[in-house]
C-alpha cells in the first residue's frame, strides 16, 4: 500500500486521484472551487470543466453526461474509461493506421473493438461528425485520453484533407 500522499486527493465524484490544488477534476469535470466562472458568460458560476476541452462552462452552456461534464459542443462523444472516441470505422485497417500515424505524433490511441459486427458497409468518421444512426456501422474505435482529443482530431482533419487533396490532384493530370 503507497503512504498517505498528501498531494493527492479522492475526486468524490469520480474517485479518482486528483491533486489537492487542483481547482477541478480533469477525469469527470467537477469543480472543486468557487471562482471559476463560465468561459461564455463570465457572470456565471461555471458548473464544470468540460473533460475534452478543458473550458469551465456554467449549466447552460454544458451539463453532466454518463458522470463527465461536457460542453455543447462535446456532449455528444462516446467516453470509454477515461478515454474519448475521436474516430471510428467499420474497416479495422484504416482506423489501425490512423491510431499509427496519432502514436508517431506523440499521443496515445487505444483502439476500442465493438463486437457487433456490422454489414459489409465500409465508412468511417471523425468523431464530432458522427451521428446516433450511424453509431451502430462502427466496428473499430480509437480513443484516446481526454487532454488529447482536440490534437487527434486536427491530426485527423489534416490527414482527410491531404487524402482528398490527393484524390483532386490525380483528376487535374
Ligand atoms: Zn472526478
Ligand atoms: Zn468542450
Ligand atoms: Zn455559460
Redesign the pocket.
Known amino acids: 500500500m503507497p503512504e498517505n500522499d498528501q498531494s493527492q486527493y479522492e475526486?468524490?465524484?469520480?474517485?479518482?486521484d486528483?491533486d489537492v490544488d487542483a481547482a477541478?477534476?480533469?477525469?469527470?469535470?467537477?469543480i472543486y472551487t468557487d471562482y471559476l466562472r463560465c468561459e461564455k458568460h463570465g457572470m456565471t458560476d461555471a458548473d464544470g470543466v468540460c473533460v475534452i476541452c478543458g473550458k469551465a462552462y456554467c449549466s447552460r452552456c454544458g451539463g453532466w453526461v454518463n458522470s463527465t461534464f461536457r460542453c455543447n459542443e462535446h456532449a455528444q462523444y462516446e467516453i470509454i474509461s477515461d478515454m474519448a472516441c475521436v474516430f471510428a470505422a467499420s474497416d479495422e485497417m484504416h482506423a489501425d493506421y490512423l491510431a499509427q500515424v496519432l502514436e508517431t505524433e506523440g499521443l496515445h490511441p487505444f483502439l476500442f473493438q465493438n463486437k457487433m459486427r456490422p454489414n459489409n458497409l465500409s465508412f468511417s468518421a471523425i468523431a464530432s461528425t458522427i451521428n446516433e444512426e450511424m453509431h451502430r456501422y462502427f466496428e473499430t474505435r480509437i480513443m484516446v485520453p481526454f487532454g488529447e482529443v482536440i490534437a487527434a482530431e486536427q491530426i485527423l482533419k489534416d490527414i482527410e484533407t491531404s487524402e482528398s487533396g490527393d484524390i483532386l490532384s490525380e483528376d487535374n493530370y
Request: net charge negative; glycine share 14%; aromatic share 14%.
Open positions: 475526486c468524490e465524484n469520480c474517485h479518482h486528483v477541478f477534476c480533469p477525469y469527470c469535470g467537477g
